[in-house]
């Protein structure tokens, strides 16, 4: 009887035994074909604000305060900045006068931000011809004369300092400063870039992120 018992305890763990390993199979068959998460972007930061003095910052970096906007030569490039991996924000009304009661206030930027537009004509100048709408590095060229303007303009008016080894107050070799043009390191004076029709810009501060982009989605332009 005591050997019968054995057996039956033996093959009643022998069952368990079993189980347990097709179990542990199965999880394992579950876990290789699990979709795998994309890790999360880090959250994007506001650094430097569009300044107040929006006209005065047009006529500093040598464009032409206007009461319209002209659309003979409208191009869109996109800006992306990143501080150690995470976006920084390219703020709206970069080269609008936002005060101006010409200019009128959307909620329908990305997220639901701010953007600023519709621009009938100001009783005084209001928009420059090199300009943000809204948030979300959009830059708009939007002038009477066929002539490009350049990254250095845009950042005079967005009042952040620009060379090969700084942006705002982050200079190398304390932080490194590198810049990409459609994904590809460009090495040269980044304020002569000419902001071309569907140029992708990337500025990289410090650490750079996972992918450095190489396009853009310019469906909101």
């Not at 394992?28 to 074909?33: G, L, N, V, W």
């Not at 569907?198 to 469906?219: C, K, N």
């Amino acid at each position: 009887m005591q050997s019968g018992r054995r057996r039956s305890i033996g093959g009643r763990f022998g069952v368990a035994l079993g189980s347990a390993v097709l179990a542990l199979a199965a999880c394992d068959a579950t876990a290789s074909h699990a979709p795998t998460v994309p890790p999360t972007s880090p959250p994007a930061q506001l650094l430097w604000p569009a300044p107040a003095d929006a006209m005065g910052l047009t006529v500093e970096a040598g464009l032409v305060p206007e009461t319209v906007e002209h659309l003979a030569f409208h191009v869109h490039a996109h800006l992306d900045v990143f501080l150690d991996g995470a976006p920084v924000i390219v703020p709206a009304g970069i080269g609008i006068n936002i005060a101006n009661p010409g200019v009128k206030e959307f909620d329908d930027g990305p997220g639901g931000t701010k953007a600023y537009g519709g621009i009938e004509g100001c009783a005084q100048p209001c928009i420059s011809p090199l300009h943000t709408h809204e948030q979300g590095g959009i830059i708009h060229t939007e002038s009477a004369t066929a002539l490009p303007n350049t990254l250095g303009q845009l950042f005079v008016e967005w009042d952040v300092a620009l060379s090969a080894t700084c942006v705002g107050t982050y200079c190398a070799p304390e932080k490194a400063v590198a810049f990409y043009l459609n994904g590809a390191p460009f090495t040269g004076d980044p304020t002569t870039i000419l902001l071309e029709d569907r140029l992708e810009v990337a500025i990289v501060i410090g650490s750079p992120p996972a992918i450095i982009p190489s396009t853009a989605d310019f469906s909101r332009a």
